[in-house]
């Protein structure tokens, strides 16, 4: 906390020494933001019609993701493009601040609550490892949180139902003068449905935040998570059990933030400095602790009304400690560290109205894996009205992490660098209230970290880099205003995997359709999965399923809203395979049919 003080106050003179008097409007230069990369984003009002209870729940029903669930609470991980590993191979953010444990890499998905602060959802489908560095395998999803526009306002949001389970949000915020400040909370309990499937979890969010007259800001934000999550047993691929004799995990987690955005004439700066900090115990006598502190630094220049500029540079430290070890041992107790750096650079040129050029490259220097360049390269062509085709290039890494370097029994200090190169072509048509858009992509890794024998001594295992793999497959999306009273968004995911189908479905098909009134809205939501399997190879094969959802919105006036949500509406059995080596990849009986009522009163 102390490093992130200092690196507020370096900051907060930066801010003064830049400041000035400007009028600005930055539509232009927003405008040129990239916009090959195949991205989604979800903006509040379409979070607000499936009532998820943690943040990553929102993007089950996009193509190209799946999120694996332990339940109707618990762990919440998505897979983009057959990239997952507990957040490991793909890029969590909260305002641009990367959210994962910094002694096993993973994202803590369920310790990022919906807490009722969140504005929107970026999501980035495919590696973008220029931009982000290490992990963007995958993708990466940045969930962005409110900025209040009232001098006052605020939103309750409270539910029960199913499993016992409650869940209250408050979120309270303002605007005044120059000054904005906002706190959320959200409190969920539920038993779970399943024995021994309990969970019991509070988060706490503030922001504070001063606003120049130019429009430029010097933000604080801090985060508080603990949480009790019970598991229950498990049946994993091989038909062992896990997660047995009253399993629980207990979390705390917390974050500290502090954003500099600087607004020029035709340029911007941004500035994050941040600290994340863990503190993990389990009931196997597991205990362990975690940091991660960094700092980033952007700065866009739109050099032309043409051309758009973007450079960055970008530091992390790592720090993880084993304080004590699990009942299954032979793990060694200890503290590790490691830091990077990396400098990039991104331009994108308009060459006339109709054809867009990028470049970009990003070097990274690991203190363990050393250099790595990753280059990123496309075009976009609109070669009739309302319709345009893009080509993408782009390079992906994942350096290897301290539990793999020194923790785990196959450790190995000379781990490299894990890769992959994206090729995509996509196009997207647009007209009114029409929007249809097609992705095909190839992507194929090299270096993955697997285990594999000891040359030296081949009776044991050693984690090295001797994987490889050729992900190929195709997403369609379509949305349709039909009037003011419907709306429909659709998707289907076509994923080859070749023989690495291990929790990665062959097929995925998602619906949403929106009805409302001037009091009445009800939005239905469905996904099929189907061709999915537990091994590669294509063996274990799990049963295909649908599953439907709906919410029922009631209006009562412009400050009440009454709620029923309906999980599985069918009462589907089906099965949820989750991408954990460290379990042993546990298969989770998923929930039968769910109810949950509420109310929402924003004032």
Sequence with gaps: MNKVIALSVLLLCVSFAFAEDITLSLEKLYKQQDTITTTQEIIKQDIEKINPVQALEVVKNLPGIIVQKTGNTGRTDPVIRGFGDNCRRIIVLIDGKPEFMSLFGCGVSHSMLAAGNIAKIEITKGPDSVLYGSGALGGVINIITQTPIKPFEGILDISFGSFNTQNGKIYLGGLQKNIIYEVSVNKITSDGHLPNSQYNATDLYEKIGYIFRDGSSLVFEAKQFQGLKHEHETRTKDGGKVYLNNYWEDYHRNSYQINLDKLYSRQTLSVRAYQNDGDHQFSNSWHSKDSLIGVMANYDWEIRDDDLLKIGVDYKQQEGKLLSQSSYGKM?????????????????????????????????????????????????YQFIENVRIKGLYSRGFRSPYLNELYLVPPRNENLKNETVDSYEIGIDFKKDDFIFNTTLFVMKGDNLIQKAPNKIAPSQMLLQNVGDYEFKGAELYLSYIFSKFMDLQAGYTYFDACKHTQGRPQDKLDLNINFKTSRWNLALNSMYIGNYYSQDNKQGRLNDFAV???????????????????????????????DRDVDNYPITKMPAIAVYFGTQIKF
């Design 332 to 380: 060694n107790i200890g503290t590790w560290k490691l830091y990077e750096y990396a400098f990039y650079v991104l331009d994108k040129h308009n060459f006339t109205n109709n054809f867009v050029a990028l470049a970009g490259v990003r070097y990274n220097n690991n203190e363990v894996s050393g250099e790595q360049f990753v280059p990123r390269a496309g075009l976009e």
């Design 548 to 578: 439907l959802s709906a919410k029922l919105i009631f209006k009562v006036n412009d400050s009440v809203k009454l709620f029923v949500n309906g999980e599985n509406l069918t009462n589907q059995e089906y099965e949820m395979f989750l």
